[in-house]
């Protein structure tokens, strides 16, 4: 082997070795698990509508179709305490409880897909 391929092949094993670039994967329950520790589920389900009042996660996402920018509203949503309304009432609307970056990331992703 040249020289050249070992330096090649070694690159390739330290990349492939950072953690950074070994993007985490969360399972669906393990996303719902996230969103039920932090009350969403309380207002949102996921795509029936049980709580008439608030807006299913999938109806959530039905009113942004097409928008530019979603990844980054849902993210700002999800990561900041707001209020909405709820039977025309202002309530809190609080941020997910964690604030790790990757956890945040699969919440959006799930709900963009639901
Ligand atoms: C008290 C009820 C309630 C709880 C609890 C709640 N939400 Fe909401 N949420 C609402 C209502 C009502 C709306 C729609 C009106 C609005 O956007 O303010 C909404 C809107 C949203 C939106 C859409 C924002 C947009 O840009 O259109 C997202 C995303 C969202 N909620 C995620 C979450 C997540 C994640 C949680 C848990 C951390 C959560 N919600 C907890 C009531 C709630």
């Known amino acids: 082997m040249s020289h050249y ?3 090649i092949l070694s690159l390739g094993l330290a990349l492939a070795s950072t953690p950074a670039l070994a993007a985490p994967s969360f399972s669906d329950d393990q996303v719902k698990a996230l969103l039920r520790k932090s009350n969403c589920f309380k ?25 530019p920018n979603v ?6 949503r999800v990561t900041t ?20 970056e990757s956890e945040i990331r699969a919440v959006v992703k799930w709900i963009m897909t639901r």
């Open 43 to 67: 207002c949102h389900s996921e795509t029936e509508n049980k709580a008439k009042d608030t807006p299913t996660f999938r109806e959530i996402n039905a009113d942004v179709k097409g928008r």
């Open 81 to 100: 305490k707001t209020t909405a309304d709820v039977k025309n009432k202002e309530v809190d609307h609080d941020p997910l409880k964690t604030k790790d």
């Open 71 to 76: 990844e980054r509203r849902f993210t700002r």
């Open 5 to 7: 391929r070992l330096w």
